[in-house]
């Protein structure tokens, strides 16, 4: 079982930046593919980014390549998203999710966190 608590979201001007911070308890943080989805008003929830067990491998939905950049720190349990350059349209919820699949594995991820609102005017 894994617990995970996002932090981070906030309102920011376009062009700002904003980290989100993904906090993970329970065993095996370090054997799970964590990923950042994101779900804006009356549209479904899309993938962001995603790293792997390592950090050795990253993917990104291609509307956030070059701009935003997942990482983590297994000795802390903590996955984070760098958002830079930041658009309206990049409004949304943000979700943290956990798996224990490879990078490319598109199945749902099996735990969730509770999401953290970012809003991004213009």
């Known amino acids: 079982q894994v617990q995970l608590v996002e932090s981070g979201g906030g309102l920011v001007q376009a062009g700002g930046s904003l980290r989100l911070s993904c906090a993970a308890s329970?065993?095996?943080?370090?054997?799970?593919?964590m990923r950042w989805f994101r779900q804006a008003p009356g549209k479904e929830r899309e993938f962001v980014a995603a790293i792997s067990w390592t950090g050795a491998y990253t993917r990104y939905v291609d509307s956030v390549k070059g701009r935003f950049t997942i990482s983590r720190d297994n000795a802390k349990n903590t996955v984070d998203l760098q958002m830079t350059s930041l658009k309206p349209e990049d409004t949304a919820v943000y979700y943290c999710?956990?798996?224990?699949?490879?990078?490319?594995?598109?199945?749902?991820?099996?735990?969730w966190g509770q999401g953290t609102q970012v809003t991004v005017s213009s």
């Open positions: 329970g065993r095996s943080f370090s054997s799970y593919t």
């Open positions: 999710a956990a798996d224990p699949l490879p990078i490319y594995n598109s199945s749902p991820p099996r735990y």
